[in-house]
């Protein structure tokens, strides 16, 4: 009993995946990414080797498609499973295995995958997807968060969430962002509490590695992008 988002913006090329459950850290279990080169999200019975497998296959050139047809060919348990890919050309698939509880499903188009199991009903999922679309002007992450919020406030799923991820991936091979609750009574609040505090710092966090000189610490990073803006 999940549901997530994960979608490509074409503008910039980052990967990211919002995605919310009822066991604990489900960060550690479900979205792989490659930066640069796609997405997939294991759901369900999930089965880690399967988005690792993906992930390997999207770094080969294989097509979204191809690679969702790779995974399931793999797996005697595919049934068992909710798996979607996004490749590097924003090509977006998604697959629900015949066991899974309803509500099941996904919304799919370009770059873009809205899915879920065990969900309340269906409009877990398509919150999720018509809020992405509709907040555009936002940035890729505010806009990831807004959906898992919308499809939490659809109704979620059955039994209600307890972790969350935000996991965003832009050039470098470590994440842009990664913020994850293992265990909370309300996740998406608490992750959306993470994010308002974390995303006024990626920036710094992406980039002091290469140039710790330049960017200095945290506080004095922050007071000249104060001093920029006055």
Not at 28 to 40: D, H, K, M, N, S
Not at 108 to 114: M, R, W
Not at 187 to 200: K, M, N, Q, S
């Amino acid at each position: 009993m999940t549901f997530a988002i994960s979608a490509r913006c074409p503008d910039t090329g980052k990967f990211g995946v919002a995605i919310s459950t009822r066991p604990m850290a489900v960060g550690a279990r479900c979205p792989f990414i490659a930066p640069g080169v796609g997405v997939v999200v294991t759901m369900a019975y999930t089965d880690p080797r399967l988005g690792l497998l993906g992930r390997r296959l999207l770094g080969l050139g294989y097509s979204a498609q191809k690679v969702l047809d790779e995974i399931a060919a793999s797996d005697p348990n595919v049934e068992y499973r909710q798996l979607s890919v996004i490749d590097r050309d924003g090509n977006a698939v998604a697959r629900t295995g015949k066991n899974n509880k309803d509500w099941s499903g996904a919304f799919v188009e370009p770059n873009l995958v809205a899915k879920g199991n065990g969900l309340v009903s269906e409009r877990t999922a398509r919150a999720m997807f018509d809020t992405y679309k509709s907040a555009a002007t936002a940035s890729f992450e505010e806009r990831l968060m807004r959906a898992l919020e919308a499809g939490r406030d659809a109704g979620g799923q059955h039994g209600g969430q307890h972790s969350a991820n935000l996991i965003v991936y832009s050039k470098q091979e470590y994440a842009l962002v990664d913020l994850r609750v293992d265990e909370h009574a309300e996740p998406i609040g608490e992750l959306r509490r993470l994010h308002d505090l974390y995303a006024p710092q990626a920036v710094y966090y992406e980039q002091r590695p290469w140039q710790p000189a330049v960017m200095g610490s945290e506080a004095e990073w922050a007071a000249a992008q104060a001093s920029k803006a006055r």
